[in-house]
T-cell receptor, first 112, second 111 residues
Framework: NAGVTQTPKFQVLKTGQSMTLQCAQD?????MSWYRQDPGMGLRLIHY???????DQGEVPNGYNVSRSTTEDFPLRLLSAAPSQTSVYFC???????????FGSGTRLTVV | SQQGEEDPQALSIQEGENATMNCSYK?????LQWYRQNSGRGLVHLIL?????REKHSGRLRVTLDTSKKSSSLLITASRAADTASYFC???????????FGKGTLLTVNP
């Protein structure tokens, strides 16, 4: 039982490149979210999903796309990376948000 | 926009002492959650308190909630070096799908 798995753990991109951050969970959780964490800023919600086929925007969605074709996976796509997207990205899942979320270990992304 | 704001930003104590962290928020909530983050790791859910609750305990953790003051506190009793971490409060209001985090309190417990 792996819980929430994020890959890769580290990534360096050049400005303008695209990439996909992967998030997979084996807990059959319906709710999945992506957050970014910047120094002194706490965590900010990028996109979230309440089930397969359903996604919505969070607080800072610009520059990111998501899709949810299966319950298990919730990839986050950077369309054209910018230095402002340098951050640590966390995926979080829940079977009932009223009881809290389980977080992955994060992906540290640097855009140069 | 940040909903929760933790206070203090940093706290340094000796092992065995109690640590108290505070969180203030701006709008009405369904629940308030506390998470711990060890350096370079993901967040771990510690405890959740609902808007109709005033106090909750879990092991060495005690959380209080004052909805009239829009504030919460997290007390860690008999702290240990392993408690060294950042602690975040997160509020959920309106839609339970979205959590809004504060900037965190960095707790250092010295052996």
């Amino acid at each position: 039982n792996a819980g929430v798995t994020q890959t890769p753990k580290f990534q360096v991109l050049k400005t303008g490149q695209s990439m996909t951050l992967q998030c997979a969970q084996d807990m059959n959780h319906e709710y999945m979210s992506w957050y970014r964490q910047d120094p002194g800023m706490g965590l900010r919600l990028i996109h979230y999903s309440v089930g397969a086929g359903i996604t919505d925007q969070g607080e800072v969605p610009n520059g990111y796309n998501v899709s949810r074709s299966t319950t298990e996976d919730f990839p986050l796509r950077l369309l054209s990376a910018a230095p402002s997207q340098t951050s640590v990205y966390f995926c979080a899942t829940s079977d009932n948000p009223a009881y809290g979320y389980t977080f992955g270990s994060g992906t540290r992304l640097t855009v140069v | 926009s940040q909903q929760g704001e933790e206070d203090p930003q940093a706290l340094s104590i000796q092992e065995g002492e109690n640590a108290t962290m505070n969180c203030s928020y701006k709008t009405s909530i369904n629940n308030l959650q506390w998470y711990r983050q060890n350096s370079g790791r993901g967040l771990v859910h510690l405890i959740l308190i609902r808007s109709n609750e005033r106090e909750k305990h879990s092991g060495r953790l005690r959380v209080t909630l004052d909805t009239s003051k829009k504030s919460s506190s997290l007390l860690i009793t008999a702290s240990r070096a392993a408690d060294t971490a950042s602690y975040f409060c997160a509020t959920s209001g309106g839609s339970n799908y979205k959590l809004t985090f504060g900037k965190g309190t960095l707790l250092t417990v010295n052996p």
